[in-house]
């Protein structure tokens, strides 16, 4: 059973590498057949652009990690500190 799930994602893994793969290819192929000053300044703004996604993407999963923080704090006080929910459960039901 082990084994199979290891198969599994060993042939999702093949996909997505055959998947860039050609993408690798393409870009590889381009940057070898331009003037090298004009290759070094496409990978560094690639660079950059990657550089700034990082950093909006951690600066948004933190938000994200605090702000769901704070909900389960307060639904866990709401939960444990008070008969706010039976009653709640109460009256629906």
Known sequence: MHRFGLTKTL???DT???FFKGII???????????PWAAG???IAV????FIGLFVFLKKFV?????????GGAIYIVYTQTDLL?????IIL
């Open 63 to 71: 938000k994200t990690f605090i702000i769901l923080a704070v909900l």
């Open 86 to 90: 039976s009653n709640i459960l109460k």
């Open 11 to 13: 042939a999702i893994m």
């Open 25 to 35: 290819d393409k870009v590889v192929f381009y940057l070898e057949n331009i003037e």
């Open 41 to 43: 300044l496409i990978l």
């Open 47 to 50: 660079g950059i652009l990657v």
């Open 16 to 18: 997505i590498n055959d």
